[in-house]
């Protein structure tokens, strides 16, 4: 990807990654801490976490293009190092909300006679009732609060190092864009 109505894609598309992967980061951490939180947050994460996984390598691809067309200077190399880690910190993030996910789906159960709640005026799963509650087989220890504990730990660890990078590398992309290109004094003329 080249240009977005005639500008470099990269600085449009910088710009989804810098709002879109540190509030994935903070929903990963809020699903993964807030059991609450990981039944409605857990499955929109886990879509959105890979979505700016995969927009990653399209934004440094697309900064790559720019990066041929612009001066050559220190601190543009010093962004473009750094843009090559995004995803590195992306891939970690993507994982465990989809790990998050996975083991919030397999912490629900599935009742297929819950549609008859009562059977001849007894409720289901009691007395002489007919409805029984299925398991599925689970993978990643749902009910394991070791295994939450250590998700949670690392999920912590995912987002901050996610939001620290994609600090780091916006800061220097703006150091690069801008330093030494504009007066600290307002242009002549100027009302304000």
Same mark, same amino acid.
């Given at each position: 990807?080249?240009?977005?109505?005639?500008? *470099?894609?990269?600085?449009?598309?910088?710009?989804?990654?810098?709002?879109?992967?540190?509030?994935?980061?903070?929903?990963?951490?809020?699903?993964?801490?807030?059991?609450?939180?990981?039944?409605?947050?857990?499955?929109?994460?886990?879509?959105?976490?890979?979505?700016?996984?995969?927009?990653?390598?399209?934004?440094?691809?697309?900064?790559?293009w720019?990066?041929?067309r612009?001066?050559?200077?220190?601190?543009?190399?010093?962004?473009?190092?750094?843009?090559?880690?995004?995803?590195?910190?992306?891939? *970690?993030?993507?994982?465990?909300?989809?790990?998050?996910?996975?083991?919030?789906?397999?912490?629900?159960?599935?009742?297929?006679?819950?549609?008859?709640?009562?059977?001849?005026?007894?409720?289901?799963?009691?007395?002489g009732?007919?409805?029984?509650?299925?398991?599925?087989?689970?993978?990643?220890?749902?009910?394991?609060?070791?295994?939450?504990?250590?998700?949670?730990?690392?999920?912590?660890?995912?987002?901050?190092?996610?939001?620290?990078?994609?600090?780091?590398?916006?800061?220097?992309?703006?150091?690069?864009?801008?330093?030494?290109?504009?007066?600290?004094? *307002?242009?002549?003329?100027?009302?304000?």
């Amino acid at each position: 990807m080249t240009t977005i109505n005639g500008l *470099p894609a990269h600085i449009l598309l910088v710009h989804a990654i810098v709002v879109l992967l540190p509030l994935s980061a903070l929903l990963l951490v809020l699903s993964s801490l807030w059991p609450k939180a990981r039944g409605k947050l857990a499955g929109p994460n886990a879509i959105l976490a890979v979505l700016v996984t995969i927009l990653v390598p399209i934004t440094t691809d697309a900064g790559e293009w720019l990066d041929r067309r612009v001066a050559n200077t220190p601190l543009l190399r010093a962004h473009t190092e750094l843009g090559d880690t995004a995803l590195y910190v992306a891939i *970690p993030v993507a994982v465990l909300a989809l790990v998050v996910w996975w083991r919030q789906r397999e912490h629900t159960v599935a009742a297929p006679d819950s549609a008859k709640s009562e059977v001849d005026g007894e409720t289901a799963g009691t007395g002489g009732g007919t409805a029984t509650a299925v398991r599925r087989k689970t993978y990643l220890a749902p009910a394991s609060t070791t295994v939450t504990t250590v998700i949670a730990v690392l999920a912590v660890l995912a987002a901050g190092a996610a939001c620290y990078d994609i600090y780091r590398i916006g800061d220097s992309g703006a150091q690069a864009a801008w330093q030494g290109n504009f007066s600290q004094n *307002p242009a002549p003329g100027d009302g304000h």
